[in-house]
């Protein structure tokens, strides 16, 4: 084999024998597998094919000379680049296909099929050359690409769609909610408001949204302490609670507004929203004034009559002739005692009311903390056949405060002990000194009361609904005694278990003593 002057190759005819034994090794030692068909004959059979090609195909030669390529599809036939393989061929053009062949074994194999045509000197096609390469790892990795991408396609369109039905859903609530709802982006600008904001403000659409929240109406929102939650909403996901506006409003005049604000997130989206609930609370705190001055007057107005009362009975026992029987006595006796309670229930009301209107004066004076224990334990011990009252811990001393109120606050503590612990006979006061504080705690192996319910008994007129028909009370003292400790800059609270008892402590800061001492 040689090369002509122009580049061609050509066969001498000397060792054309030798020529072609090396042109077919060379075929031979391509990775390509590769064929000649002979056009000119019936079903354009093959009539070469390499080694490679018997390696790809798992036929031997003896099974590949004489046929048509066609064996390699099998019933596959079917596909629709066969008809491209026609039409360039029969144009007389090369063309190159992915098809889908199959092994002797019937493994399926994608392959990448060259094809060529060679032309004699009139132009006919007299042969065909193919040349094939097994791409079936790379089909498969861009097919399985291929399912990948829509994989995500379709995982994305869910999560559009359920984001859009969860929004929806939300924009729903947000809308049916019978209080005044607004969404702020993270500027606190509003991207939006329901209906109920609107029908309360008296505005429009147009008015509210897209405005910054401080520039809407007449500039009601615009308040430092406000500003200064809500910044804090998105970064630290504190929620706004119940933060109170006074103000005069456009159109709807002077109300009472309740906020609370808290950062909203749909699936892991919208983080940077902030949803303002404001409720207009006006009348509601109206109402609570009239009863809580309802509460004070009726107080009053029956307080009066009873000191009466109470006067001509300390009268009768004065006058109480020699004569009268003891029934006539004890009739006396008992009157004064139930007068005495009515008396101490009126007291409470009116300090809840006195509380209520802030008038709880505190009249402090430096008394002996442990003598005042010990007469008030005295006082109920001596009423209770039923519990002993032990006094633990050490010697407190002077303290600077308020003593009549304390000592309402260990009486309540005291009589709540055995109250609530029917079955038990023994009510443990224990005292301490805590770096600067006097600590005193109440101790009884009672009901207890539930974790839940704990954080309510503090709150006036609660009582737990368990025992409320059992027991005589109207959920005032602990209420009390709270705002009492708290008056003298102290903490109250409860530790308890239901159906183990219960422990109520109190700590009072010894400041005031040092001070004062
Ligand atoms: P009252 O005793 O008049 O109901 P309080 O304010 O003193 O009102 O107490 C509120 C509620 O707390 C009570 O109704 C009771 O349910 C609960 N409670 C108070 N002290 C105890 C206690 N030592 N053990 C169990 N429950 C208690």
Known sequence: ??????????????????????????????????????????????????????????????????????????????????????????????SIVEIRNYKKDGTLFWNELYVSPIKNKDGVTTHFIGVQNDVTRR????????????????????????????????????QTVRESLIVLDRDYRVLSVNEHFLRTFKVNKAETEGKLLYELGNGQWNIEALKELLEKVLPTNNPVLDFEVEHDFPHIGNKLMLLNAHRIELEGEYKDRILLAIEDITDRRAIERRKDDFLSIASHELKTPLTTIKGYIQMMNRFMPDTATDKFKEIV?????????????????????????????????????????????????????????????????????DESHL???????????IKYAPNTETVELHKSLVSDFLKVSVIDKGMGISHDEQKKIFERFYRVSEIQTKYPGMGIGLYV?????????????????????????????????????
Not at 157 to 168: M, Y
Not at 337 to 351: A, M, P, T
Not at 407 to 417: E, F, K, R, T
């Open 139 to 174: 089909k498969k990795a861009e097919q399985e690409l291929e399912r990948e991408r829509e994989l995500i396609e379709k995982k994305v369109i869910e999560r559009t769609e359920r984001l859009k039905a969860s929004q929806d859903y939300m924009d729903s609530i947000v």
């Open 333 to 401: 006796a008992k009157t004064g005692q139930f007068v005495e309670r009515l008396s101490n229930l009126i007291s409470e009301l009116l300090d809840v009311s006195r509380i209520q209107t802030g008038n709880m004066e505190l009249h402090r004076k430096m008394f002996d903390f442990d003598e005042m224990i010990n007469e008030t334990v005295d006082g109920i011990q001596s009423a209770s056949k039923t519990h002993q009252i032990i006094i633990k811990g050490t010697k407190l001393g002077n303290y600077y405060g």
């Open 1 to 94: 084999m040689s090369y002509t002057e122009n580049g061609e190759f050509s066969f001498s005819h000397e060792n054309i024998q030798q020529d072609f034994s090396l042109l077919t090794s060379a075929l031979d030692a391509s990775i390509s597998g590769i064929i000649i068909t002979d056009n000119q004959l019936p079903d354009n059979p093959i009539i070469y094919c390499n080694r490679a090609f018997e390696l790809m195909t798992g036929y031997i030669r003896k099974e590949i000379i004489g046929h048509n390529c066609r064996f390699l599809q099998r019933e596959d036939r079917n596909q629709q680049v066969r008809e491209k393989l026609r039409e360039d061929i029969s144009a007389g053009k090369h």
């Open 481 to 517: 005694c709270d705002q009492i400790i708290k008056n003298h800059g102290g903490t109250l609270w409860v530790d308890s278990e239901k159906g183990k008892g219960s422990n109520f402590s109190f700590t009072l800061p010894l400041k005031e003593r040092a001070e004062n001492d």
């Open 407 to 417: 000592i309402q606050v260990i009486n309540n503590l005291l009589s709540n002990a």
